[in-house]
């Protein structure tokens, strides 16, 4: 058993070395990848679930690695906001996603919004708003068009005034706001009050249990009630399956996201998806 537990430990200490060593490698290259555009926008799409519509789009910032191929947020995020690159790096994925939302409606792939997700940081940056302002100016969106999502947590923990300030000004210039990874969080309904959404997205790991579990399709029916109330828009994360989507529908939420319509997807695919959606 000694050795077992010994030779455990090189294989975590092995695995934990080469962690490290990946965990400098993209740190430094990070900069460079930056000016060379490898952080692009994919999109999941958004759907209705009543008419089938396809009515937005989450941006999903990937690093499209020369060497090590195509890397997911989980194996990078956590450098940048170490490196305190997140910002600029969301900065030209959100530019690149935008260009794309106004090619894809010059092509007559109408959306009617595009979402992103947001860090606490920029949040809280007073220059925020102007950034987001000239971006989409430039392009001639409008602010009603974009939804920023939110994590409760960043609402929260940060229950600092520029956090709560930002969330407000960008309400206030007409964005939307919906509020991340619902019930997942400590004060989730704490969220609720201090700002304005308009949107909650209810965590996949409701979608998930709600085959297998009463109470896990008790309190999703509670908090679909509870939005209904506040006037919310519901949008389904997760939904992985047919009968996800059948229970999420028939418990009202109105628009449903995940692997059973389309993993994200790069620019050019999304635009395949869609196409081939409308012939069928
Ligand atoms: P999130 O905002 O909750 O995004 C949803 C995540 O769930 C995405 O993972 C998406 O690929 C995944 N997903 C979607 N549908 C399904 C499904 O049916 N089943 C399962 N198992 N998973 C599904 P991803 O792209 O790896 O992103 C992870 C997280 O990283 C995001 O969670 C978000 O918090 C963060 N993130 C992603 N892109 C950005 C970005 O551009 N900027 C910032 N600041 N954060 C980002
Ligand atoms: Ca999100
Ligand atoms: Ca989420
Ligand atoms: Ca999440």
Redesign the pocket.
């Known amino acids: 058993a000694k050795e077992g537990g010994r030779l455990r430990s090189q294989v975590y200490d092995a695995r934990l070395g080469r962690k490290y060593a990946l965990m400098g490698r993209l740190t430094r290259e990070m900069e460079p990848a930056l000016a060379a555009g490898e952080f692009v926008?994919?999109f999941?799409p958004q759907i209705e679930p009543a008419t089938g519509r396809l009515t937005g789009a989450?941006?999903?910032?990937?690093w499209l690695h020369p060497q090590l191929g195509l890397l997911?947020?989980?194996e990078f995020?956590f450098v940048a906001e170490r490196n305190r690159m997140?910002g600029r790096?969301?900065h030209e994925?959100?530019k690149l996603a935008l260009d794309t939302f106004k090619k894809w409606q010059r092509y007559g792939l109408q959306l009617d919004q595009m979402s992103?997700?947001?860090?606490a940081e920029?949040l809280g940056d007073k220059t925020f708003v102007d950034e987001i302002m000239r971006d989409i100016e430039q392009r001639k969106i409008k602010p009603s068009q974009i939804c920023f999502?939110l994590?409760e947590s960043i609402l929260i923990d940060g229950a600092n005034a520029p956090v709560l300030e930002g969330a407000a000004d960008l309400s206030f210039a007409g964005f939307k706001l919906a509020l991340?990874?619902f019930g997942t969080g400590h004060a989730s309904i704490a969220s609720l009050i201090s700002v304005p959404v308009d949107t909650v997205?209810i965590?996949?790991s409701f979608i998930?249990g709600l085959h297998s579990s009463k109470r896990i399709r008790s309190m999703t029916k509670a908090i679909i009630g509870l939005c209904q109330q506040l006037r919310l828009k519901i949008v389904a994360?997760?939904?992985?399956d047919v009968r996800d989507l059948q229970l999420v529908q028939e418990m009202g939420c109105d628009y449903v996201?995940?692997?059973?319509f389309a993993?994200?997807m790069s620019s050019n695919d999304f635009w395949d998806w869609a196409q081939s959606r409308q012939i069928e």
Request: glycine residues 4%; aromatic residues 10%; without cysteine.
């Open positions: 926008p994919f999941q989450e941006v999903l910032v990937r997911n947020p989980v995020i997140m790096i969301d994925v959100r992103f997700n947001l860090t920029k999502e994590l991340d990874d997205k965590d996949r998930n994360e997760g939904v992985e996201q995940g692997y059973y993993k994200p």
